[in-house]
């Protein structure tokens, strides 16, 4: 097939697939309502205290506890991207993405039954982060191969914005969920709805015809430098230092935001105390991060095109930083306004890092086999969940982040410095 005039239906079908797709994988952005629920300092009770009423057979748990459901589920997430990426490659999205639904809606429906610590971190934290791995792996480069270099940002930013805005309905949904049916009630009803969602909307995405070129840049628009790489087998990719280099970045750059994510509700329950309307809805905080993170993957994934992606990921980065270190401030000054203003400049540079990563990498080596380049870049996100849990120790050692926001700050630089000097194999 030669080079098409226009980008056909079929492209921006499997964009609103894989968006939809997202908008179910990203519960994992809401945790921090049910670690609001689960934790023991929240309720004044030790850890182990059985819970009472609607959720009758749950225990409270510590920070640390709270927070390994979360942080499995993001590293098996990430593991599971380079087999989720490999399916891709070879079978085509639809499988990936289907599987990827029973295994989200499993996990989720065994977490609530079992009503247990245990419970969490195999059904949410193993099961869910494999049907997260695979159906990320599945949208993003199903989405990508329909489009040309000078739309790649924009486009990877619109799927993966699904993920980040998820929070945005999941995070009072599962606050009501879990007031009026309980955390079993909330993580059932939630697995069935997304399992379906999934399965129907993984019929939709599908990867262009052999022989397709997809429509290059308009003649009226501004020439930009060709960022495309040849094409590169995992094996070539990771004979290159820039792979590791990319890694790095993903985990210096992640980190930060993850750890914000794992504490958005608890966060704004500290910092208002003394304001009840806030208090009492500490979801509002999750819900206006994923806002501002699937905000940050279309804005940021639209001027990166322009401006290149380290220049983009430099600036987000330094921004960032400066909010994170003073968080321990903010809070400490009960100013819920100021709280918001420094969350969401890391909520936009979190989402900004998950639109560039896939985007620099299809740069870097080619859009061919993303799915299996970009799931093993993605081991990046994975690791950088070490942060958020380590703050968990922090908290239950020190009884505040304050150490926790310092570290990531610094984390985050290094990643700044390091995208001054990374380049495209080649260049």
């Known amino acids: 097939m030669g080079q098409s005039a226009a980008v056909p239906g079929r492209a921006w079908a499997a964009v609103a697939a894989g968006v939809a797709v997202n908008l179910c994988l990203g519960i994992l952005y809401a945790w921090s309502?049910?670690?609001?629920?689960?934790?023991?300092?929240?309720?004044?009770?030790?850890?182990d205290t059985p819970m009472a009423g609607v959720n009758d057979g749950w225990v409270y748990l510590s920070d640390a506890q709270a927070t390994w459901a979360y942080a499995v589920c993001g590293f098996t997430f990430a593991l599971f991207m380079v087999p989720g990426g490999r399916l891709q490659d070879r079978y085509g999205p639809r499988a990936g993405a289907t599987l990827a639904g029973v295994c989200l809606g499993a996990g989720c429906v065994l977490a609530g039954l079992l009503r247990s610590y245990l419970g969490l971190v195999f059904g949410f934290g193993v099961l869910g982060g494999v049907?997260?791995?695979?159906?990320?792996?599945?949208?993003?480069?199903?989405?990508?191969?329909?489009?040309?270099?000078?739309?790649?940002?924009?486009?990877?930013?619109?799927?993966?914005?699904?993920?980040?805005?998820?929070?945005?309905?999941?995070?009072?949904?599962?606050?009501?969920?879990?007031?009026e049916y309980g955390l079993t009630g909330s993580f059932v009803a939630l697995g069935l709805l997304f399992a379906a969602v999934i399965v129907v909307a993984a019929q939709f995405l599908r990867t262009p015809p052999p022989g397709y070129l997809p429509p290059p840049a308009p003649v009226s628009a501004k020439p930009r430098p060709v960022v495309t790489a040849p094409d590169?087998?995992?094996?070539?990719m990771l004979r290159t230092w820039q792979y590791y280099a990319l890694v790095a970045l993903f985990v210096g750059s992640a980190q930060a935001g993850l750890l914000v994510i794992a504490n958005a509700a608890p966060l704004l329950n500290k910092t208002a105390s003394g304001i009840e309307f806030f208090?009492?809805?500490?979801?509002?905080?999750?819900?206006?991060?994923?806002?501002?993170?699937?905000?940050?993957?279309?804005?940021?994934?639209?001027?990166s095109d322009a401006v290149g992606r380290t220049n983009a990921f430099a600036l987000n980065g330094l921004l960032a930083a400066v909010c994170l270190s003073a968080l321990p401030a903010v809070m400490g000054s009960a100013n819920v306004w100021l709280l918001f203003l420094a969350v969401g400049v890391v909520y936009w540079q979190y989402g900004g890092t998950l639109a560039l990563m896939p985007a620099l990498t299809a740069d870097y080596y080619g859009p061919k086999n993303l799915g299996l380049n970009y799931g093993l870049v993605f081991l990046g996100w994975g690791v950088a969940f070490f942060v958020p849990q380590l703050a968990g120790f922090i908290k239950d050692a020190t009884g505040s982040l304050d150490a926790a926001f310092y570290l990531s700050g610094g984390l985050l630089l290094g990643a700044v410095a390091l995208s001054r000097v990374v380049k495209r194999p080649g260049s």
């Not at 590169?232 to 070539?236: N, Q």
């Not at 208090?279 to 001027?303: E, I, K, M, P």
């Open 232 to 236: 590169r087998t995992a094996p070539e």
């Open 279 to 303: 208090a009492a809805n500490a979801w509002l905080l999750a819900a206006y991060g994923g806002l501002l993170n699937a905000s940050g993957r279309v804005g940021t994934g639209s001027y």
């Open 33 to 47: 309502v049910w670690k609001d629920a689960l934790l023991a300092s929240k309720a004044k009770v030790e850890p």
């Open 131 to 179: 049907g997260m791995g695979l159906g990320y792996a599945a949208a993003t480069p199903a989405a990508v191969r329909w489009f040309g270099p000078h739309r790649r940002g924009l486009v990877v930013g619109l799927v993966v914005g699904g993920y980040g805005g998820a929070a945005v309905y999941i995070a009072p949904l599962a606050k009501y969920l879990i007031a």
